[in-house]
């Protein structure tokens, strides 16, 4: 009889589910969206009942189309949106608030505030900035902002933590109050080369340590899943956060090893072996999958704020596109970009700058400036800030990029992805799937289940690799770069 794996990704837009055999063969997936709201400006959240319900609705329609019965799954693996937060009553199992997203930025005043004096000792400890993207803020506002709040936290009446988090309680009928190192290092509340929550970070940002779960740093047997949930008691083997998934998916598991996910945001991990190298102020450090039995292992991380995002900004905000899709046909439509720039700072920038503040900027319009050079220099300012980020990751950790691994969407679009490598003037190979996160979870809780022993034994996601190398001189590249850079700070400029 064959065994079974079942991946859940649950991510900031919808949940997937997959499920695959020990031979790498996809038998059976499910989607389904959920919504999001933003209820002030800056503001970003999400139904945290709505996101338990797409996760039953995908996982059990994979079970149903692929006729398994739970039995028959000898793991189930979980990935998620990373920093975004639930907090929820342990008794009722319901949150008491929704989740506040990653992209959400209502905590900028009280990151702004704690930055004197303790950025360098927390980017230390933790490997991170202070920063509204990270969780202990979002916990701690949730606390103060939902009356009687911190005082049943105090009774230990009250949870907190990440999706995974959520999900395991849910999924273990609330036996289970864990999370992983993957997960935890992104909350500003983990020590990362101890890989342990830390008393003084959660004195600092005033979330009480009682409110979190465990870390589970195994590689085995995290929870077993409650027999109402899929109709028998499954093992849930993996836990980890949805771009280290897709750093082990793409087999980033050696130091210099590095790979972006293009998403609604862009995440560059360039994997550092069993040392956190936390001492750039412009990149995170950030754990990576660990092995069964292996020392702790860790990441750069270049965290790009919005790059998709930029896309469906043109199609939902600008409604001169009606679908991603067009915006190749039209790059492509352009012998250049006619000297139009965007920044698509829409929610401030990320890596490597950090600036919440930075507003976003299309510049160099004229009266020859059609939509096909707006998408052109939209799809162009990913490929601008991936080179930023790869640029500092090659200072701070000594292995200089000799080629990109590409996942998410946006990589079916081959004008950005040979631009990528044009601008970068290394190789881009893009995976045989875009679901890089979703067999990340897949390999992860076969790993933990030994379904297969090792990383060798990982088999290859179904599809072909597609690899594009760079065709523009270095006096091309660096010359566009500049000129990126020449808008950008003027983006930056333009609220001081």
């Known amino acids: 009889m064959s065994r079974y794996v079942m991946a859940i990704d649950q991510g900031t837009s919808s949940t997937k589910s997959m499920i695959v055999d020990e031979n790498g063969r996809i038998v059976a997936s499910s989607s389904a969206p959920f919504p999001q709201s933003f209820p002030r400006p800056g503001w970003v959240e999400h139904d945290p009942e709505a996101i338990w319900r797409s996760v039953l609705e995908t996982t059990r329609g994979a079970l149903s189309s692929a006729r398994v019965d739970a039995s028959q799954l000898a793991a189930v693996g979980i990935t998620n949106q990373r920093e975004t937060t639930v907090v929820w ?23 702004a505030a704690l930055e004197s004096g303790v950025s360098d000792w927390v980017r230390a400890h933790t490997g991170l900035r202070i920063d509204p993207y990270f969780s202990a803020t979002k916990v701690a506002w949730i606390l103060d902002h939902v009356e009687g709040l911190r005082d049943r936290a105090r009774r230990g009446e009250i949870a907190a933590g990440t999706i995974d988090s959520w999900l395991l309680w ?72 949805d771009q280290q998934a897709a750093l082990l998916a793409q087999g980033c598991v050696s130091p210099g090893q590095t790979k972006s996910t293009y998403g609604t945001g862009s995440f560059v991990l360039q994997h550092t072996g069993a040392t956190p190298l936390t001492a750039s102020p412009s990149l995170i450090a950030t754990a990576a999958h660990r092995a069964s039995g292996a020392a702790p292992q860790y990441a750069l991380e270049g965290s790009i704020f919005t ?64 939509k096909a050079h707006v998408a052109r220099a939209a799809l162009e300012s990913i490929a601008y800030q991936t080179r930023e980020v790869v640029e500092a990751m090659n200072a701070q950790s000594g292995n200089p990029l000799r ?71 270095d006096d ?20 001081s």
């Not at 199992?93 to 009280?110: F, H, K, L, M, N």
Request: aromatic share 8%; hydrophobic share 40%; net charge negative.
């Open 170 to 241: 849910r999924m273990t009928g609330g036996r289970v109050h864990a999370t992983d190192p993957t997960n935890a290092s992104r909350t500003l509340l983990m020590d990362l080369a101890k890989v342990a929550w830390d008393d003084e970070l959660c004195q600092l940002f005033e979330v009480p340590s009682s409110v979190l779960g465990r870390i589970e740093v195994g590689g085995a047997l995290i929870a077993e899943s409650d027999p109402d949930v899929w109709g028998s008691p499954v093992a849930i083997t993996a836990v980890l956060g």
């Open 89 to 111: 009553d342990r008794r009722t199992g319901r949150a008491v608030y929704p989740a506040i997203v990653w992209q959400d930025r209502r905590t900028s005043s009280t990151c």
């Open 307 to 370: 790059t998709g995002a930029a896309i469906q900004w043109l199609r939902d905000g600008l409604g001169i596109i009606t679908s991603a899709d067009e915006t190749q046909e039209l790059a492509q439509s352009l012998d250049d970009n006619g000297d139009v720039w965007f920044v698509p700072a829409l929610s401030g920038l990320g890596a490597p700058h950090w600036d919440p503040d930075a507003r976003g900027l299309l510049i160099g319009l004229t009266g020859g400036t059609t």
């Open 403 to 473: 080629e990109l691994k590409a996942d998410g969407g946006a990589t079916h679009n081959a004008w950005l992805m040979q631009f990528q490598s044009d601008v970068l003037g290394v190789p881009v190979v893009v995976s045989a799937s875009i679901q890089a996160t979703l067999w990340g979870a897949a390999y992860a809780a076969g790993l933990g289940a030994q379904v297969w022993h090792s990383y060798n034994d990982l088999p290859a996601a179904s599809g072909h690799v597609i690899r594009y190398e760079p065709s523009m001189s």
């Open 476 to 495: 091309q590249r660096d010359e566009l770069q500049e000129r990126w850079s020449s808008a950008l700070a003027r983006s930056r400029e333009w609220t």
